[in-house]
């Protein structure tokens, strides 16, 4: 991606994704609605990465949170807003990840009260 997320969260996403659980599929959702739905996930330490495409981006508000983790880099943070409810930091990102988390540059993951089914 040209620019990091947190300055252009339209990248993630260009239109909407189902809403619903569809077979086969690995589902985010939070406040009862679904936030992020891929049969294409990542999983690494027990997180599911969501490919950045099937990330429902009108949720997403940008977040000031950064954290390092020693293997995978800088993560960026994003809250999660629904139906007025803000749910703080809920969703994070690698922009650049290190080498050996290459994996999941450009996925999405999730956690704080997210609820993750597949």
């Not at 619903?20 to 985010?28: I, K, R």
């Not at 936030?35 to 294409?40: L, Q």
């Not at 949720?59 to 954290?67: A, N, V």
């Not at 450009?106 to 993750?116: L, P, T, Y």
Request: charge should be negative; proline fraction near 8%; hydrophobic fraction near 35%.
């Amino acid at each position: 991606m040209p620019l990091p997320w947190r300055h252009r969260p339209e990248a993630l996403l260009t239109a909407r994704r189902p809403v619903g659980q569809t077979p086969g599929m690995t589902t985010a959702r939070w406040q009862g609605v679904v936030v992020a739905e891929s049969d294409h996930t990542v999983v690494v330490e027990g997180n599911h990465y969501f490919p950045a495409d099937s990330v429902c981006t009108e949720y997403l508000r940008p977040s000031d949170t950064t954290t390092v983790c020693g293997w995978k880099g800088t993560a960026e943070y994003y809250s999660l807003h629904v139906d007025g409810a803000t749910n703080q930091d809920a969703a994070w990102y690698y922009a650049d990840p290190d080498p050996a988390a290459e994996r999941i540059r450009g996925r999405v993951a999730f956690w704080r009260g997210v609820e993750i089914t597949d």
